[in-house]
């Protein structure tokens, strides 16, 4: 089975700065890399597939690259609303599937 | 408006069962794989499991295998996941999702919890 190392697992940041969340997969997935929002009491919310695409809808200040193992969920420009819960998934085994144990991105 | 609705959670005994269900729509519901996503109480997201478009494959994380089955009705729009022998490690919220092409899950429930207890 593929598993899912997010880090950090909780992250500290003020409105305005650039935020970093990484996900390592425990073999290649190419580019099989999808990231999700969750806020608290809500469902999750697709953000980006494919690593680096980004879902309609989404803010432009979210972006994800990397492929392999590696990967990046960037934040250029932290916004009030983006204080969450973010996981990586991997889709590599589909139609079986890995999250990541989540990132909770909390305001300093 | 695309849109999925879960219901049926609820209570239930160790050693009994439930049936979930997740009503689709505004999009054409045979045309996409589905999936069931849960999270446990202060917990992350698990992949529970998944079925193609016409319902002729399934498949299972390992702690489910045996106990839960998916199924869908196409003609009624709906997804459904009957769980048997629920232990208390199966108390959580329960998501519907819909796959994309990209494989990822586009659309989402809002949920339905599964508490299991005596």
């Known amino acids: 089975d593929i598993q899912m190392t997010q880090s950090p697992s909780s992250l500290s940041a003020s409105v305005g700065e650039r935020v970093t969340i990484t996900c390592r997969a425990s073999?290649?997935?190419?580019?099989?890399l999808n990231w999700y929002q969750q806020k608290s009491g809500r469902a999750p919310k697709l953000l980006i597939y494919?690593?680096?695409t980004l879902q309609t809808g989404v803010p432009s200040r979210f972006s994800g690259s990397g492929s392999g193992t590696d990967f990046t969920l960037t934040i250029s420009s932290l916004q009030p609303e983006d204080f969450a819960t973010y996981y990586c998934?991997?889709?590599?085994?589909?139609?079986?599937?890995?999250f990541g144990q989540g990132t909770k991105l909390e305001n300093k | 408006e695309v849109q999925l609705v879960e219901s049926g959670g609820g209570l239930a005994q160790p050693g009994g069962s439930l049936r979930l269900s997740c009503a689709a729509s505004?999009?054409?519901?045979?045309?996409?794989?589905m999936t069931w996503v849960r999270q446990a109480p202060g917990k992350g997201l698990e992949w529970v499991a998944h079925?193609?478009?016409?319902?002729?494959?399934?498949y299972y994380v390992d702690s489910v295998k045996g106990r839960f089955a998916i199924s869908r009705d196409n003609a009624k729009n709906s997804l459904y996941l009957q769980m048997n022998s629920l232990t208390a490690e199966d108390t959580a919220i329960y998501y519907c999702?819909?796959?994309?092409?990209?494989?990822?899950?586009?659309?989402w429930g809002q949920g339905t919890m599964v508490t299991v207890s005596s």
């Open positions: 999702a819909r796959s994309d092409w990209s494989h990822a899950f586009d659309v």
């Open positions: 505004g999009f054409r519901f045979n045309g996409y794989w």
């Open positions: 079925i193609k478009r016409d319902g002729s494959e399934e």
């Open positions: 073999q290649s997935i190419s580019t099989y």
């Open positions: 494919a690593a680096s």
């Open positions: 998934q991997q889709s590599y085994s589909n139609p079986v599937y890995t």
